[in-house]
Nanobody, 121 residues
């Protein structure tokens, strides 16, 4: 199986910064993409940022210019650098991996347990 362990959440004032990390481990043959999603109370989970195996990025419009996603392929780790945080960024942030667990198989979605990010005004 695949395990995703997140770290780096917490409480920060508006305008501050945080860095989230997510390390993937377990029976991983390859990783096609990794990303970060978030879910605020009463809202659906939404994509924040994603990065492909070749390094192409995509971001939610609400975070463009403030958040940066990066990836260390050697460590199977993805990072989310969050700057100029706003109260509306408050949510539980989930790491996602589209991982292939054996040669010839399709990739599948795996999720971390979530880490809370709270931005105070």
């Amino acid at each position: 199986q695949v395990q995703l362990v997140e770290s780096g959440g917490g409480l920060v004032q508006a305008g501050g910064s945080l860095r989230l990390s997510c390390a993937a481990s377990g029976s991983i043959f390859s990783i096609n993409a990794m990303g970060w999603y978030r879910q605020a109370p009463g809202k659906q989970r939404e994509l924040v940022a994603g990065i492909s195996a070749i390094g192409s990025h995509k971001y939610a419009d609400s975070v463009k210019g403030r958040f940066t996603i990066s990836r260390d392929n050697a460590k199977n780790t993805v990072y989310l650098h969050m700057n100029s945080l706003k109260p509306e960024d408050t949510a539980v942030y989930y790491c996602n991996c589209r991982c292939v667990v054996s040669p010839g198989s399709y990739d599948d979605d795996y999720w971390g347990q979530g880490t809370q990010v709270t931005v105070s005004s």
